[in-house]
């Protein structure tokens, strides 16, 4: 079964961190741009970020710049989203894709990110 598992969302204080992962099984990450997305509670989806398959060369929204990393291990099958220093309006369910940073073949279920005091 292909399937993408997203883990570490949680309840953070305002400029806090939290680290997201997102494990593959079934097909390797590592022949695929990997990106994460968040949806807020009535907005739409934004896309967050994205990490090429080849020269590991990474994108990001201007609203995470500088404050959010992502990254991947290919030898553990899994891509990471660093994000510090984060704020309320960073509150959203996010999720993990797998594609070629413009179409998306694979997503995982989310994982809920609570920034609140």
């Known amino acids: 079964q292909l399937q993408l598992v997203e883990s570490g969302g949680g309840l953070v204080q305002p400029g806090g961190s939290l680290r997201l992962s997102c494990a593959a099984s079934?097909?390797?990450?590592?022949?695929?741009?990997l990106g994460w997305f968040r949806q807020a509670p009535g907005k739409e989806q934004e896309g967050v970020s994205c990490?090429?398959?080849?020269?590991?060369?990474?994108h990001y929204a201007d609203s995470v710049k500088g404050r959010f990393t992502i990254s991947r291990d290919n030898a553990k099958n899994t891509v990471y989203l660093q994000m510090n220093s984060l704020k309320p309006e960073d509150t959203a369910v996010y999720y993990c894709?797998?594609?070629?940073?413009?179409?998306?073949?694979?997503w995982g279920q989310g994982a809920q990110v609570t920034v609140s005091s």
């Open positions: 079934g097909f390797t990450l590592e022949d695929y741009a």
């Open positions: 990490i090429s398959s080849s020269d590991g060369s990474t």
């Open positions: 894709a797998a594609g070629d940073c413009i179409e998306y073949d694979y």
